[in-house]
T-cell receptor, first 112, second 111 residues
C-alpha cells in the first residue's frame, strides 16, 4: 500500500514563527501536493511539484513556500506564520498525471 | 477556472440509499473521483470514473456521470453508520497540476 506520512498530526505555533510541515511518500511517486482544508471551503491547492527541485504555485500560494530536494519528500514552509494560516494541511502524492492521489493523515496547525 | 460544486449536507436514514451529487464546469475533465474523509483522517479514494464512461458500480457504490450536463453522482446503497463522513467530488484533466475538489458533502446518518 502507498503510504504518505506527515510528520505531525497537531502543531501549535506562535505568530511570526517559521514553520515546516514535512511529507514523505514511499512509492516513488512523481507528483506531490500540499492542500489546506477549511470548513466550508473544501480543499485548496497551495503548491505542487512534479519532479525533484520543481515547484508550481497552486491556487493560494501567498504566505507559503515549498521545497523538494528528494523525490520522496515535499516540505511546506510558512515563512512567518499568521493566525489566518490556522488550518488542516493535507499532503498528497500521485504516481503520474491523472492518477489517483493518495493523502496523508493531515496536520492540524494552530497559530496563536 | 475550474469549479466543482456539491451540497454541504445530506441526511439519510440508516438502510436507505444515499445519493450525493456534484457538478463541475471544466469540459476538459478526464477523470472524476469520489473521496471519503472520516473525522480526523485524511482523504481516502472511494471510486473514480473516466469521462468516457457513464456508469461504474463497485459493491454498494454506484457512480453515474452525465457528461453533457457535467453532473456526477455517488449512490451508496443500504447506508450504514460507518458511511458517516465527508464525501468529496474531484476532477482532473489528467495534467500534473493535481485535482480540483468540491467543498465536500457531510453525510449524516439517522437511526
Amino acid at each position: 500500500d502507498v503510504k504518505v506520512t506527515q510528520s505531525s498530526r497537531y502543531l501549535v505555533k506562535r505568530t511570526g514563527e517559521k514553520v515546516f510541515l514535512e511529507c514523505v511518500q514511499d512509492m516513488d511517486h512523481e507528483n506531490m501536493f500540499w492542500y489546506r482544508q477549511d470548513p466550508g471551503l473544501g480543499l485548496r491547492l497551495i503548491y505542487f511539484s512534479y519532479d525533484v527541485k520543481m515547484k508550481e504555485k497552486g491556487d493560494i500560494p501567498e504566505g507559503y513556500s515549498v521545497s523538494r530536494e528528494k523525490k520522496e519528500r515535499f516540505s511546506l514552509i510558512l515563512e512567518s506564520a499568521s493566525t489566518n494560516q490556522t488550518s488542516m494541511y493535507l499532503c498528497a502524492s500521485q504516481v503520474g498525471a491523472g492518477a489517483e492521489a493518495f493523502f496523508g493523515q493531515g496536520t492540524r496547525l494552530t497559530v496563536v | 477556472g475550474e469549479d466543482v460544486e456539491q451540497s454541504l449536507f445530506l441526511s439519510v436514514r440508516e438502510g436507505d440509499s444515499s445519493v450525493i451529487n456534484c457538478t463541475y464546469t471544466d469540459s476538459s475533465s478526464t477523470y472524476l473521483y469520489w473521496y471519503k474523509q472520516e473525522p480526523g483522517a485524511g482523504l481516502q479514494l472511494l471510486t473514480y470514473i473516466f469521462s468516457n464512461m457513464d456508469m461504474k458500480q463497485d459493491q454498494r457504490l454506484t457512480v453515474l456521470l452525465n457528461k453533457k450536463d457535467k453532473h456526477l453522482s455517488l449512490r451508496i446503497a443500504d447506508t450504514q453508520t460507518g458511511d458517516s463522513a465527508i464525501y468529496f467530488c474531484a476532477e482532473s484533466e489528467g495534467g500534473a497540476d493535481g485535482l480540483t475538489f468540491g467543498k465536500g458533502t457531510h453525510l449524516i446518518i439517522q437511526p
